[in-house]
């Protein structure tokens, strides 16, 4: 793969960094750069980011605890080449890339290991929405509110009554609290599948916790579409946890 792209305006290295005389007005991951501000200002205006030090000049607030990693000022996991940053609070991986990941995942040693290839992931079928729900995101929420689910206080933390998505990935079930769709506080399934991109999407939905402590759970997701079955993945998740699970279908 080669270590420059081009683009408008000349030739850039993965940073984005010009390769020949930097131009009035060039582009880098579809952004652009306009003098004299200082660098390429994304999401909004919520953060800025220098090519020549290859990293944002804001820290990230969804850091170090939340999905913008340990490193507050790093970029694309400082793999620029495979993932975009377009909100500037978490990078996600490329559309493509993440379809060709779909049945693979390395390990740190680099071999690959086969996931289980009995479950197909499922597909967001409103990707060209992703960098707006996320841009969205990033913008609305100070702090992360999503989590994931791997023991039983971290379920019986979830508020009573409180309709939560959920998303079932690599046999982790990774739960968010949204506001309506079209609201300032909304966030779409696609958006919480992205704290383990490029993990297949086995089952999404919405969870609520009744009075007694058991769990209901639906397969209402606009963006996945996941059929009634696929809720008895997250559904034996949560009852190996000890709680009791209500399946509910929606058509």
């Not at 081009?6 to 005389?21: I, K, N």
């Not at 019986?156 to 982790?172: M, N, P, S």
Request: positive net charge; glycine residues 12%.
């Amino acid at each position: 793969m080669s270590g420059t792209h081009s683009l408008p305006g000349g030739r850039m290295t993965p940073f984005g960094v010009q390769v020949r005389d930097l131009l009035q007005s060039t582009y880098y991951k579809g952004k652009k750069f306009e003098a004299p501000q200082p660098g390429l200002v994304v999401g909004r205006g919520y953060r800025a980011y220098l090519s020549s030090l290859g990293r944002f000049i804001q820290p990230d607030v969804l850091s170090p605890f939340g999905h913008g990693g340990r490193n507050a000022y790093g970029y694309c996991l400082n793999d620029p080449v495979n993932r975009i940053d377009p909100s500037g609070a978490a990078s996600i991986g490329k559309l493509f890339s993440r379809l060709f990941r779909r049945g693979v995942r390395k390990s740190r040693g680099g071999s690959k290991v086969s996931r289980d290839t009995s479950v197909k992931g499922l597909r967001n079928g409103y990707p060209h929405h992703l960098e707006a729900e996320y841009n969205l995101f990033a913008k609305n929420y100070r702090q992360d509110p999503r989590r994931i689910i791997t023991t039983t206080p971290d379920v019986a933390r979830l508020d009573t009554g409180v309709e939560y998505k959920f998303v079932f990935a690599d046999d982790r079930l990774i739960v968010s609290p949204s506001g309506a769709k079209g609201g300032q506080r909304y966030i779409s399934h696609a958006v919480v599948a992205e704290l383990m991109p490029g993990a297949p999407v086995e089952s999404a939905g919405m969870l609520s916790k009744g009075s007694l402590g058991e769990i209901l759970l639906t397969n209402h997701s606009g963006h996945f579409r996941a059929d009634a079955m696929r809720l008895e993945r997250p559904a034996r998740y949560l009852e190996g946890l000890g709680f009791d699970v209500v399946r509910q279908a929606i058509h």
